[in-house]
């Protein structure tokens, strides 16, 4: 018998049991980040040569030349007719849905005239080049291609940079196969902190990036930190994780293996069932036992659910929506009757699965809504990647000689009031007198 922590919200002390339960280290490891921190320098300093050195030495290589870095496009297309019709298909089913969805989320320029002629407003621009790291080797995500190339495609960024490394010269065609897709403009096989380095600081042949977007391990997530201020980064994403919210309607089949498609992805996932129905939850655990023999992932599975899974007794819906929203869930199911109703009392989640229906694994793939979200309770000021994580906004202002004249007048005496005496005087000067 699994071993799952079981909650109740009458506790009193319920709260702090939750709390235990969702905290998440998402500190910087002191060996790591030394390690990090001398890999960064050194391709700052040498470029090219620390790039080459790093790939050769981590990912089990020979190269001795940059050139032999980049994958070009010929590459790309090669990748994309070679793979399965059927994963081809895939791929552009699910590259055109993400393109349909974020194409509702740019933003545009917009500007108004005051009674004076002053105009105000808001220029909007793409980022010129952004840099995408993809997992490489075996552990390759092309999803996570589509998820992170598309967006920033339709916000305009001219040239997007993607690197993903090859260990072991092992090259993963399905995710060629998506940067084909997605429109992927240069392929580097670099990975790890060096690979950051590269693309925040610039080498002789990869090009120095506005802003790096995209998952990787420790070593990535710490050079990502490292960097950031030269560089824009996404974020620091913590483990995977998924709360559903049931009503105890649905088959417990199916939730049990909604909370498995998170827990499989690795041993620190976290995966938790919120319900009013105590006999639903009795049933939901006897399908998590027998489904989970079926597993091939079964390992991590167990270990994920018995170290930080929960299954959280409630009276009604009302205490299942006041607990997710204290959990801000990066995943939030609601297998409930009106989902939709219940979906506007969410303040915090990364994204919303509403009804029987809405696997959270659809929005991994192919739903359109992008699938880099907020983890570790950073819904609470945090959203999903998207089109505007790519644009920039600029301010606009147009003063006619009667909108300095006035506005004037007001900034002279703040200024004044702030001892900058230079402040003032520039406002002054377009004083009318």
Not at 23 to 44: C, N, Q, S, T
Not at 122 to 146: E, I, N, W
Not at 250 to 279: G, N, R, Y
Not at 366 to 383: D, E, K, M, Q, Y
Request: contains cysteine; hydrophobic residues 40%.
């Amino acid at each position: 018998m699994l071993n799952i922590t079981s909650l109740d919200y009458s506790a009193a002390d319920f709260y702090q049991q939750l709390d235990r339960l969702l905290a998440w280290d998402a500190g910087i490891d002191g060996d790591v980040a030394k390690i990090v921190a001398d890999i960064l320098a050194d391709v700052k300093r040498r470029g090219n040569a620390a790039v080459i050195e790093y790939t050769n030495k981590f990912d089990r290589v020979n190269l001795t030349d940059a050139r032999d870095l980049e994958i070009n496009q010929s590459q790309l297309k090669h990748a994309l007719d070679s793979i399965e019709p059927a994963q081809r298909s895939a791929l552009q089913t699910a590259a055109q849905r993400i393109r349909n969805y974020a194409e509702h989320q740019k933003m545009e320029s917009w500007s108004f005239t005051e009674a004076d002629g002053t105009l105000l407003g808001q220029s909007v621009t793409a980022m010129d080049r952004v840099g995408l790291y993809v997992p490489g080797g075996k552990a390759a995500y092309p999803s996570s291609v589509l998820m992170n190339a598309i967006p920033a495609k339709v916000a305009g960024v001219s040239e997007l940079i993607m690197v993903v490394p090859t260990p072991g010269g092992e090259v993963n065609t399905l995710v060629l196969a998506a940067a084909a897709v997605s429109g992927v403009d240069r392929v580097f096989t670099i990975g790890g902190a060096q690979a950051v380095a590269a693309l925040a600081y610039g080498t002789e042949t990869i090009p120095k990036v506005d802003k790096i977007t995209g998952p990787g391990n420790n070593f990535v997530a710490t050079a990502k930190r490292m960097v950031f201020g030269v560089v824009g980064i996404d974020m620091i994403a913590g483990p995977s994780e998924i709360l559903v919210v049931c009503d105890g309607k649905t088959d417990p089949d199916w939730i049990a293996m909604d909370l498995f498609s998170q827990a499989e992805h690795d041993e620190e996932a976290q995966s938790i069932l919120v319900c009013p129905d105590k006999d639903f939850i009795e049933r939901v655990k006897q399908s998590i036992e027998r489904l989970l023999e079926e597993m091939p992932r079964k390992d991590i599975i167990k270990k994920s659910l018995e170290d930080r899974a929960a299954i959280i007794s409630v009276t009604d819906m009302e205490q299942a929506v006041e607990v997710a929203n204290h959990i801000a869930p990066e995943h939030l199911e609601l297998s409930v009757d009106d989902a939709e109703l219940w979906a506007q009392k969410i303040r915090h989640a990364g994204a919303i699965f509403m009804g029987r229906y809405t696997a959270e694994a659809l929005g991994d793939y192919c739903a359109g809504p992008n699938h880099v979200l907020p983890t570790s309770g950073t819904a609470r000021f945090s959203s999903p990647l998207g089109v505007y994580d790519f644009q920039k906004r600029s301010s606009l202002i147009g003063c006619s000689p009667l909108g300095a004249s006035e506005l004037g007048k007001t900034a002279s005496i703040l200024a004044h009031g702030e001892g900058l005496t230079a402040h003032a005087r520039s406002a002054e000067y377009r004083i009318k007198k």
